[in-house]
Every structure is written in structure tokens, then in C-alpha cells.
């Protein structure tokens, strides 16, 4: 069974950092791109970040740019997201996301909560 599993999320104060973590089972993690997407209330989902199979290409949001960054293991099958210098508009559910070829999967999310 395919399982993308995240963790971290939590209470932030603004101006935090928090460390998101994926961790996959059920698949050949490396042949997968891995994406971070977002959805906070009322918004529609947004891509955060992207990395490629090899981890040797990375993409980010304009809004998150210079403050996150994405990185995987393959060797652990892991996928993990920094986020620095949080404010409240990062505030969200970060959903795990897993896509090659006509396959696509993805977590249940994490809730990320950005307040004083």
C-alpha cells in the first residue's frame, strides 16, 4: 500500500522556522519527483516546492522563495521542507506529493500554524 506520511507541523510564532518531513513507503521513492503543496482556509492548494527524482533540480513558490527549502534522501525514502522567517500568510495544511508518469500520490497534510 502507497503511504506518504507527514510530520512537523505546528504552533509557530511569527518569524520561526519549523521542519516538515515526508516519509514514503509502498513505491520506488527515487523514480518520483516529490512536491510540497499548501492549502490555507478559504485559498485555494498552491504549490510550495518541487524536486526532482535525483534531488538535482528544486523549484519554489515566489512566496516562499529565499525562506524555504526542499531536499529528499532517497535513501531513507524522505522528502523534508525548511521553512524560515514564518509569518502568518504561510499559515496552512502542507499536503506530501508524490508524481511520475501517470502516478500520483499523496498525504494526509500537516497543519502549520503561524501566530503570536
Known amino acids: 500500500q502507497v503511504q506518504l506520511v507527514e510530520s512537523g507541523g505546528g504552533l509557530v510564532q511569527p518569524g520561526g522556522s519549523l521542519r516538515l518531513s515526508c516519509a514514503a513507503s509502498?513505491?520506488?521513492?527515487?523514480?518520483?519527483?516529490m512536491k510540497w503543496y499548501r492549502q490555507a482556509p478559504g485559498k485555494e492548494r498552491e504549490l510550495v516546492a518541487a524536486i526532482s527524482s535525483t534531488g538535482g533540480t528544486t523549484t519554489y513558490a515566489d512566496s516562499v522563495k529565499g525562506r524555504f527549502t526542499i531536499s529528499r534522501d532517497n535513501a531513507k525514502n524522505t522528502m523534508s521542507l525548511q521553512m524560515n522567517s514564518l509569518t502568518p500568510t504561510d499559515a496552512a495544511v502542507y499536503y506530501c506529493?508524490?508524481?511520475?508518469?501517470?502516478?500520483?500520490?499523496w498525504g494526509q497534510g500537516t497543519q502549520v500554524t503561524v501566530s503570536s
Open positions: 506529493n508524490a508524481v511520475r508518469s501517470k502516478y500520483e500520490y
Open positions: 509502498g513505491f520506488t521513492f527515487s523514480n518520483f519527483a
